[in-house]
Each structure stands twice: as C-alpha cells, then as structure tokens.
C-alpha cells in the first residue's frame, strides 16, 4: 500500500523569483533558514514564487473556474489530453491538476507560517525594523490569500448555510507548521477559516505601515486592502467589501478604451495591483495559458459567452475567432512571459458595484461604479437604471465580460446559487446546479495521509 504525506508535514525550502530578488536555488536547513533580513526575505519570495506554478497563477487557477462553467471548453477534435475531466464535468479525487492545487497550497501555508513563526526570533537594527514587520505581513497575507482559495476550490461558498458552519479547509496548530512533527488537522468550519482569512489580512495591513511597497509582484498594503474586499465579497458583508474597496480607488487610474487590449501585452498598467512575475527564464514554459490557449489550441471560449459584447466592446478583441477552426481563440495571455494579473483595479469597482447593490439607499452608487466599467469597455455604454435584481444580475454579467479567464467565473455563479449551462463543443450540454460537483474532491491522497480529514460528499 502507497504510503502519503499530508501537505500540513511539508519541510520548507526557499525559492526566490528572479525580478524580486536573486533565487536561492538550493535547500537551507529548516532550523538555520530565517536568521536575517535577507533570509527572511528570501522566504517571503519564495511562496510568491509558489503561486507562480503552473498548478496556480500561471494556469491551472485560469482554467479550472472558467472550465466548470459557461466560459470555455476543451477542442473536441484534437487536444493534448488537458483538462479533459474538468471539461466534461466528471472530476474524480485522484485528478491530477485538483491534487496540485491542494498540494501547492498546502505548501503555501506550511511555509508562511514557518517564515512567520522564525520571523519574531530575528533580531534586527532599528532602521531595518519597519523590512522586517514588511515582511511578516506579506507572509501572513499570502497565507490568507492560499486559504481564500483553498476556500473558493475546495469548500462550499461562505453563505451555504445560515452561520458558515459547514466544512472548510483545515486550520491546523501554525506553529508546528514547516517542521518536523507530524500535524493532521481536522476540517474547521467555514467561518472558522475566514476569521482566519480576515485576522491574516488585518494583520498584513498593521505591519505594512511605514515601508514602501517596492513593485507590483509584491503585496503592499493596497494589495491586502484589495484582498479583504475581495474576501468580505466572499462573505457578503458588504458594507466592508465597499469600505476596503474605496480604500484601494483613489490608489490607481483605469486605463483607456484604447489602450485596454495592447495592455495584456505589457508587464503590467496603472490599474496593476498585484501581478505574478514571469521572464525569460522565469515560467511555465509548456505548461503556461499561453500554451493551452494560443499554442498547443486545447481551450476556447464558448459562443454563448462571446455572445455578451455589443459590437463596439472593446474586449471582444481578445476573443478572436479563428476561421480555421471555427472558434474564439483566448488571447489574454499572449506568451509565455506574460504576468499574470491577480488583482485589477477593475475588480474593486465591480466589488463597490456589487455591494452597493445589495445595500438599502445605495442603488446609483452601484449603478454608478458598474457604468465606470461599462463606458471605459464600450464607448457606447448607457448608465445603467435596473434596480434590484436585475441590477445584481446586470453587475455579475459584468464582472463575466471584465473579469474572464483570470479565475472568477465559476464562483461568481456559486456564491450566487446561479444554475449554469457547461457547454461542450462535441457533446451534449450539462446543465448544472451549484452543489456537491461545483467544488473539487480534497485528494485521495491527501484523505488516506490523514486520518483526521473528511472528504466532500459526492466523491
């Protein structure tokens, strides 16, 4: 019998990214890793290189959410084999790309939490102390933002039940994280890990204060005031999600009409808020989105979706068709060097858009922020006067058009209990009610490594 490790057991090593900081390309030892500024920093980098894997931002969180919903499939008639099981909605808990995600979390977690525990045994000079509490904040913001995601993958959405109270990810004892000792949590409630989530992020903003957020690759404190609105979203608390929203709105500019498609072909814009850095040496090579898509021509978005823009939209031109094959290429992502953006300016005003619909007297602010959106896509975009409802559903078709392929879709429509069609190019189409098969199977591996963890039902 295969004997497996849970992801909560991993021994940490460092990899820096090469645009923030040279690479650390061996192992240190766990006990001696974080001893100064410039080892803790390499620690940091490194699970900033972690959400670069193919597995997460560089392709596997792009695909998955668009794949399991009305946005794409897989080419029917020649693909490389790809996806296949996401495409015709039939995961199984020994799928491949499900474990790495799982995997590449868990590693997330393990190691921001080592780097946050040998982060207070540094001793440092005074002018070195605002780096330091710098540094621990970002790590206790990418371990929020692992958990996020972890959360949106593998649980169901926070409002599933009255009081959050069903199954979340596992929350085990952090301080043994990254070490030695055997560690096999239980799963905690789902509000149990946004509390978490949330004091991770409050957290991150009181220890960024007073150093500057050296580039977009990196999270400062706009970036965590981003992620908690983003998270409250999550939670329907919309009130925060509009205050942590306004927070990061006067931080940044849109970019024009004419200037939103070449954006994609640049390393980032002025509505940049965190990017995943990828150069010429520095990528996922074959197994990028630009491979999947533009390459090896494996993904495709489906007809009902190019079908939302008017003519005159703007984005519609990153969904060419290609007449040989007769379907719309995906071209947001134009090479393998191309970072990915994690977080746009656009998102917080479709965030502000969406919680202010849902607030009482704060209708023509959400109408207000969505038509922001709106006109800078489609010059000739009409302020929008639904209310209600159908202001809702006018926001969330929005946040499709913007926000596609960059990891949203299927859990807009869960966390909004949206029944959806899976459109197929070769097969008949599934109609799908969010439920037990709209999130992932924790890993068969992970279940038998465990003895503590309970799998999804439906798996």
């Known amino acids: 019998m295969k004997k497996y490790i849970s992801i909560f057991i991993v021994i940490v090593t460092f990899l820096g990214c090469n645009e ?11 006990e001696k890793a974080i001893v100064d500024i410039p080892t803790l920093k390499a620690s940091v980098l490194g699970s900033y290189n972690s959400y670069q894997s193919a597995s997460l931002y560089n392709r596997g969180l792009l695909v998955i959410p668009e794949l399991i919903s009305e946005n794409s499939f897989i080419d029917a008639f020649d693909n490389t084999g790809r996806f296949l099981d996401f495409d015709s909605f039939d995961v199984i808990n020994t799928d491949g790309d499900v474990s790495d995600v799982w995997v590449a979390l868990g590693r997330i977690i393990s190691q921001t939490s080592y780097t ?15 780096e330091k509490n710098h540094l621990i904040g970002e790590a206790h913001a990418l371990r929020a933002f692992a958990y996020h995601i972890m959360q949106q993958y593998f649980c169901q959405p926070y409002n599933f039940t009255s009081d959050a109270s069903h199954l979340g990810a596992p929350l085990p004892d952090f301080d043994l994280l990254g ?4 560690v096999f949590p239980a799963r905690s409630t789902s509000k149990e890990v946004y509390n978490q989530i949330v004091a991770d992020l409050n957290q991150a903003a009181s220890l960024m204060s007073g150093f500057t957020n050296p580039n977009v690759y990196r999270l400062g404190l ?32 849109l970019m024009s009409n004419g200037e939103y498609v070449s954006s ?18 520095d990528n996922s090579g074959t197994s990028s989105m630009y491979q999947l898509c533009l390459i090896y021509l494996d993904l495709f978005a489906t007809p009902d979706f190019v079908s939302t823009f008017s003519t005159t939209d703007v984005r519609s031109n990153l969904y060419p068709m290609n007449t040989t094959l007769n379907v719309n290429t995906i071209t947001k992502y134009t090479s393998r060097f191309s970072n990915t953006p994690v977080i746009r300016l656009s998102e917080m005003y479709l965030i502000k858009a969406e919680a202010n619909a849902n607030i009482t007297g704060k209708e023509i602010d959400a109408q207000s922020a969505l038509f922001t ?24 078709l929005e946040r499709r058009k913007e926000l596609a392929f960059e990891g949203f879709r299927l859990f807009d429509l869960t966390r909004n209990k949206k029944s959806f069609v899976k459109y197929r190019q070769d097969a008949a189409f599934i109609n799908i009610t969010p439920g037990e098969k709209t999130i992932m199977p924790i890993p068969a591996r992970e279940v038998n490594a465990n003895p503590n963890m309970q799998q999804n039902p439906g798996y």
């Not at 946050?116 to 605002?130: D, G, Q, T, W």
């Not at 070490?179 to 055997?182: D, K, L, N, V």
């Not at 609105?229 to 205050?243: C, Q």
């Not at 980032?268 to 990017?275: A, G, H, L, R, V």
């Open 20 to 30: 923030l900081d040279s690479r650390l390309s061996t192992s240190i030892d766990a």
């Open 116 to 130: 946050i525990r040998k982060a207070r045994e540094v001793s440092v000079k005074e002018n070195e102390l605002a």
């Open 179 to 182: 070490g030695i000792e055997i």
């Open 222 to 253: 706009n970036g965590v005031n981003a992620l908690l609105s983003r998270v409250y979203l999550s939670m329907e608390n919309w009130e925060k999600a509009d205050e942590f929203a306004d927070k990061v709105l006067g931080n940044y500019s």
């Open 264 to 281: 994609w072909n640049n390393d980032f814009s002025s509505e940049s808020i965190f990017s995943i850095y990828n150069d010429d040496l």
């Open 373 to 396: 959106i709106m006109q800078r896509a489609d010059v000739n975009a009409v302020m929008p006067t639904e209310t209600g409802q159908a202001l809702k559903d006018r926001i969330l």
